[in-house]
Structures are given as C-alpha cells and as structure tokens.
C-alpha cells in the first residue's frame, strides 16, 4: 500500500503561486496514476489535476486549466502541483491521491484508493 504525504501549503495572496508537493512511499510509485483534488468548506471534494504513469498524459479541472501544472519525478517518488494566477476560490484543503488505472476526463475522488492527509491552501483577498 502506497503511503502519501503532502506538503507546500500555506497563505499566499492573490495572484501569486504556490507549489505543493507530494512524497509517496510503499508500493512501485510509477505503477500509480496521481491526481490532486481539493476540498473548500462545506464542499464536495473535487478534482484539479491528474498525470499519468510515466507523465504522458495529463487531465485539469477547467476552473484551473491554464494556471495549474502537474508533474512528477518517478526518480524521486513525488508529485508537484504548480499553482499559479491563485484565486480567493482556490483555497480549500489540497489531497494528493493515488490509483492504478487512468480515468481520462472523469477524476472522480471514489475512483482514488489511496489518498494523504491533505495539506491547506488559504488564498487571501
């Protein structure tokens, strides 16, 4: 079983960009699919961003594409998420999740086994 761990979250103004980070352990990390999704409060869970195996594909929410990039360094056993142009809207609890199959354009957060703790994303106004 794949273990997770994010980090990188914090207060950023608006505008401005913030890179998190997600540190995998346990299980072969490039036989995992790897996606983040966010929670604001008192919202469902969404999806933002996927990339696959080896980095070829890549899947983004509409409300970031363009201004969110994913990447992963299979070396290195972590995935990053680029966050940049952050809006007040993007704050919300960040998870880096894990899956074994590619669910190209329909991310949803029940087909992610494996999930971290989250980390918090707090975009000021």
């Known amino acids: 079983q794949v273990q997770l761990v994010e980090s990188g979250g914090g207060l950023v103004q608006t505008g401005g960009p913030l890179r998190l980070s997600c540190a995998a352990s346990g299980g072969t990390f490039s036989s995992y699919v790897m996606g983040w999704f966010r929670q604001a409060p008192e919202k469902e869970r969404e999806f933002v961003a996927a990339i696959s195996w080896s980095g070829g594909n890549t899947d983004y929410a509409d409300s970031v594409k363009g201004r969110f990039t994913i990447s992963r360094d299979n070396a290195k056993n972590t995935v990053n998420l680029q966050m940049s142009s952050l809006k007040p809207e993007d704050t919300a609890i960040y998870y880096c999740?894990?899956?074994?199959?590619?669910?190209?354009?329909?991310?949803?957060?029940?087909?992610?086994?494996?999930w971290g703790q989250g980390t918090q994303v707090t975009v000021s106004s």
């Open positions: 999740a894990a899956a074994r199959s590619w669910y190209s354009r329909s991310h949803y957060a029940n087909r992610y086994p494996y």
